[in-house]
């Protein structure tokens, strides 16, 4: 096809026409090989400029643009609208960038006029091999994977369902709910954190358009942004939930006990049980690591005592397959543990706990009862040190990051033991007081002042203990002493890490975490809530660590952006992606290595093993087609042949 | 040699490097004018046959350019691309070119100065090494 392309230099009001002549600049461009009409304006992007170029995009049955002005980064999109309102396909636009990258960044007149014309020219190249290409569209399965059942799960569960599309929530252990469950009452409020969550919980399982599937995994994901394919493993329960009533006869009679998780350690439960009382949904699993039956081969209690006959010894994992469009990655955390911290004991000792233990001595269905009793010997602590920034903010020999929450926590945990125990004595040791959020440093000070809890700024340098009571070292470092401190019990703020696991997980979505594990967002400041892979999105702890207002502001963040997602008829996607020619691949597979999203893979076609492109998961990086040693990759209008002769033309002299 | 007026391709990045031209100009820097800036989507695009290619043409110097190492728009492009361009030096002295004339520099979209600097400092190189003589 003989090309007809057509030049229109703007003059950026004297942006460009300053240093740049732009009479020499038309007159020059005219006469280049392929252009056929060329012509200069004021403004190019105004009304009057675009309709210029309209108008003679019809007049001279133009086949290509060129429009000479500013970056591209500026006003590519307007005038490829231009252009497509003329029936010219917007991808045979270009704009030649004379005013960026030479007249604002040059000074000598001449020079810079041979330069727009040699960066014109180079564009005209450009546009000569481009084809008329248009957005790939993708169905879109509008139904939504989120996984975890904690509040960040359960909050964009609710989201998306509310707006009337279907949700699969996956929570691996046998209740939702999460560590917020576990919270004794919240910070700033001091709100019970049960009387929250649970009739959310409720919401859920309730909820017409939300399918739960607890005590489940994610096995495998396959698939892209609008369709994956998710594989879910349902983890053998060895209970009939179908027939299950939840009447607790075979919890009360198991004879097994293992210590809770759900309690942290601070009570026992049974080898089949509900993790705790307001569980949702509320039915019973068997723990198969500690069932007698399953390590000795008797037993059978549990059986023996079901009228219902719900428990199933032979169940196995159960698999099934949802269609999804969408996936929320909300999996949360766990706490750094203290047999990490050597020189607090290890774990060693009893009455050395970390936060979440404390909570659930707080609680008021805690062990305790909510009362305040040391775990070594049940007695009513008189002391209690509580210490901040243990493994968090320690790039030596721990977690680099400030764990966002310990600040907070600890000033509630001292202020609630002092409303427990009110001749008790809280002792909060501190290196900085983080108390950013909304109320946050109002109840900082509430603390200190209402309840007199004494802040020492201070590490702690040591823990051991002594006749029963536990030895602090430290240093007050506001009055520049050593402090040795007796107490009767160590409250730890532990570093938060990402959940056990998520590893594993994350290699299946083909999503990034960072250096610690937590998950990777598309862009620290414009994209928090988007992952790089297109339709994968985070929210909660499982992004870095954060209280709960963050979590659910961050769950219902990602779950308009699933929602922004499903409220369009199809996907549209940027056309200008890889493309194999099947005549010269030779399928050695190289492109498969280099792509970071698994966009390439090995087709057999007629018997010859190609490397074929999933256009919908390109991004146009290029980078295969660098890579390939063929030369049988390309780009959609970035092809070898276009970079080649756009450098040749850089090159030419004259 | 004093009115040699070298010719010089600059690869950027459309996310990092061209954005940092972009700002160089916005912010009314000036740099010498030897040079033409081609845009890829990612620095790992460029493939090392444009740059011999470029070479072979007549180009004095090919400067590539990207987002700094794990900045990269497209997760790790610019890794590939430091790869490429570390067994391209190596290859282009047996080219009989100098390694000299190639340079590959990490710019982000608020380095103009950078960007400038990278510039001029090249091109400065780039008049020392005088006019390429062929591929050999």
Redesign the interface.
């Known amino acids: 096809m003989k090309q007809r392309i057509g030049v229109f230099v703007c003059h950026c009001g004297i942006n460009i026409a300053s240093t740049v002549q732009i009479e020499r600049v038309v007159e020059a461009i005219k006469e280049y090989p392929g252009v056929v009409h060329a012509e200069d304006y004021e403004y190019m992007c105004s009304d009057p400029g675009q309709g210029m170029i309209r108008a003679r995009i019809k007049e001279k049955n133009l086949t290509g643009v060129v429009v000479a002005a500013c970056?591209?980064?500026l006003h590519e999109l307007t005038f490829r609208n231009v252009t497509a309102l003329s029936g010219l396909n917007p991808y045979r636009c270009e704009m030649a960038?004379i005013?960026?990258?030479?007249?604002?960044?040059?000074?000598?007149v001449d020079?810079?006029t041979k330069?727009a014309i040699?960066?014109i020219k180079?564009i005209v190249e450009k546009v000569k091999l481009n084809e008329e290409l248009t957005p790939l569209s993708v169905p879109i399965t509008k139904r939504a994977l989120v996984i975890g059942g904690g509040i960040a799960g359960i909050q964009s569960a609710l989201d998306i369902a509310n707006a009337g599309y279907q949700v699969i929530l996956v929570e691996k252990s046998s209740s939702i709910g999460g560590h917020m469950a576990q919270l004794s009452e919240t910070f700033p409020t001091l709100d019970c954190s049960q009387c929250i969550l649970t009739p959310k919980m409720v919401e859920v399982a309730q909820h017409k358009n939300i399918k739960l599937y607890n005590y489940a995994e994610i096995d495998d994901v396959s698939g892209y942004v609008g369709n994956f394919k998710v594989k879910i493993r349902l983890k053998a329960s060895y209970v009939d939930w179908s027939k299950c009533v939840g009447c607790g006869l075979c919890i009360e009679k198991c004879p097994t006990k293992v210590a809770s998780e759900f309690e942290q350690g601070l009570a026992p439960r049974k080898a089949i049980y509900v993790p705790f009382p307001q569980a949702v949904p509320n039915k019973p699993v068997i723990d198969r690591e500690h069932c007698r039956y399953f390590k000795t081969g008797k037993c059978r209690v549990c059986e023996k005592v079901c009228d219902l006959d719900a428990i199933k010894f032979d169940e196995e994992d159960d698999f099934v397959e949802e269609e999804v469009g969408a996936i929320v990655v909300a999996t949360g955390y766990e706490v750094y543990g203290v047999q990490n911290i050597g020189e607090y004991g290890a774990g060693r000792y009893k009455d050395v706990v970390d936060g979440l233990q404390f909570e659930r001595l707080l609680s008021a269905s805690g062990p305790t009862n909510g009362e305040i009793r040391r775990p070594s010997d049940g007695q009513i602590p008189r002391r209690v040190a509580f210490v901040s920034c243990v493994g968090s903010r320690d790039p030596e020999l721990h977690k680099p990051y400030c764990s966002k929450v310990c600040c907070m926590y600890l000033a509630k945990h001292a202020m609630l033991y002092k409303h427990r125990v009110p001749d008790g004595q809280p002792i909060i040791f501190y290196i900085d007081i983080r108390s950013d959020g909304k109320g946050y440093e109002e109840f900082v000070q509430r603390a200190q002042e209402e309840d007199h809890v004494t802040y020492i700024r201070g590490k702690v340098s040591k823990i051991y203990e002594d006749n029963g009571e536990l030895v602090l070292l430290s240093a007050d470092t506001l009055a520049g002493m050593p402090i040795e401190l007796r107490c009767d019990l160590v409250v730890l703020g532990m570093a938060i890490c990402p959940s056990s696991g998520v590893d594993e997980l994350t290699k299946k979505l083909k999503i990034?975490t960072d250096a610690n594990g937590f998950l990777t967002e598309a862009h620290p400041k414009l994209r928090p809530v988007e992952s790089?892979t297109p339709g994968i999105f985070i929210a909660g702890c499982a992004h870095a660590p954060k209280d709960i207002p963050d979590t659910v502001a961050q769950a219902s963040a990602a779950s308009s952006k699933v929602l922004e997602m499903f409220g369009q008829k199809e996907l549209s996607h940027d056309p200008?992606v890889a493309w194999v020619d099947e005549d010269l691949c030779s399928g050695c597979g190289v492109c498969i290595s280099?792509c970071?999203?698994d966009a390439r893979e090995l087709e057999i076609k007629e018997g010859k093993r190609i490397a074929t492109v999933k256009e919908i998961l390109c991004?146009?990086?290029?980078?295969c087609?660098?890579?390939c040693p063929a030369g049988a990759c390309q780009?959609r209008n970035?092809d070898?042949k276009q970079?080649?002769r756009?450098?040749?033309t850089?090159?030419s002299?004259g | 040699m004093q009115d040699f007026e070298p010719?010089v391709?600059v690869f950027c990045c459309r996310w990092c490097s061209?954005?940092a031209?972009?700002?160089?100009?916005?912010s009314?820097?000036?740099?010498n004018?030897q040079f033409?800036?081609?845009?890829?989507?990612?620095s790992?695009?460029?493939?090392?046959?444009?740059i011999l290619?470029?070479f072979a043409?007549?180009?004095d110097g090919v400067l590539v350019t990207g987002c700094h190492p794990g900045d990269c728009?497209?997760?790790?492009?610019n890794y590939?691309t430091r790869r490429?361009m570390l067994l391209l030096e190596e290859v282009l002295e047996q080219f009989g070119i100098d390694r000299k004339r190639l340079r590959c520099e990490w710019i982000s979209a608020s380095e103009g100065g950078k960007f400038?600097k990278t510039i001029d400092e090249f091109i400065g190189t780039i008049k020392k090494l005088g006019p390429i003589d062929g591929i050999k």
């Open positions: 970056s591209p980064t960038n005013r960026e990258h030479c007249s604002w960044i040059h000074k000598d020079k810079a330069k040699k960066i180079t990034q790089l200008m280099l970071p999203y991004e146009g990086c290029g980078s087609i660098a890579g780009q970035l070898d970079v080649i756009m450098v040749e850089v090159l002299r | 010719n391709v061209y954005a031209a972009d700002l160089a100009g916005t009314r820097m000036t740099a004018p033409v800036v081609i845009r890829t989507m990612c790992g695009r460029i493939d090392p046959e444009f290619d470029a043409k007549g180009a728009h497209y997760v790790n492009g590939k490429r400038v």
